[in-house]
């Protein structure tokens, strides 16, 4: 089936870097893919809609300095969090749909900021 | 704009036991709903999906839901449940083809199996 790659499992970083999490989809195509954020215990929140050689498109109350995309390739997308604060320490995850199926997920990156 | 309740935010039920995990949804738009499912530190599965063709889905380890539009529910439920089925449960709801695909999930509901 359409598997999405996501790395970094887990990062620990220093107050004040920058940290960047790549999303890859494996065996197909995605012009399109998500990023989303879910805290401890909660549901998954969409960040913003990361579109092949555009622009992402950011939901309402995400800091596009804060969190850059990059959807350079078809089959790649990176999110960086940019000068990391410790409220930014989060489950981030990744999806993207392919030509048949329902959205596939990548299996998320764990950030802690200290 | 979409939006999705998830009755219950946690779930006990004994090991051999039935499931049902409660989901409804509001759409100006006919949807497309999922669950998935999602063990600790992990992405999240896949278990099943509606996409406007028959209302009882049946999915991934024994689960199915039934889309009943009069109810904009969408429950999941399995006949018996095992321990490996502990785990938080999403329902998601998008606005299928043509519009903008994203995905909106309710708050969860987390499953505990007891032997």
């Known amino acids: 089936g359409a598997v999405v790659s996501q790395h970094p499992s887990w990062v620990i970083c220093k107050s004040g870097t920058s940290v960047k999490i790549e999303c890859r989809s494996l065996d197909f195509q995605a012009t399109t893919m998500f990023w989303y954020r879910q805290f401890p215990k909660q549901s998954l929140m969409l960040m913003a809609t990361?579109?092949?050689?555009?622009?992402?498109?950011?939901e309402q109350g995400v800091e596009k300095d804060k969190f850059l995309i990059n959807h350079a390739s078809l089959t790649l997308s990176t999110l960086t969090v940019t000068s990391a604060h410790p409220e930014d320490s989060s489950f981030y995850i990744c999806?993207?749909?392919?030509?048949?199926?329902?959205?596939?997920f990548g299996s998320g990156t764990r950030l802690t900021v200290v | 704009a979409q939006s999705v309740t998830q009755l219950g935010s946690h779930v006990s039920v004994s090991e051999g036991a039935l499931v049902l995990l409660r989901c409804n949804y509001s759409s100006s738009v006919p949807p497309y709903l999922f669950w998935y499912v999602q063990y600790p530190n992990q992405g999240l599965q896949l278990l099943l999906k509606?996409?406007?063709?028959?209302?009882l889905v049946k999915g991934i380890n024994g689960f199915e839901a039934e889309f009943k539009k009069s109810e904009t529910s969408f429950h999941l439920t399995k006949p018996s449940a095992h321990m490996s089925d502990a785990a938080e449960y999403f329902c998601a709801v998008s606005d299928g083809q043509g519009g903008s695909e994203k995905l909106v999930f309710g708050k969860g509901t987390k499953l505990t199996v007891n032997p």
């Open positions: 999806s993207a749909r392919p030509p048949i199926g329902g959205y596939t």
């Open positions: 990361s579109n092949e050689g555009s622009k992402a498109t950011y």
């Open positions: 509606y996409t406007s063709a028959a209302t």
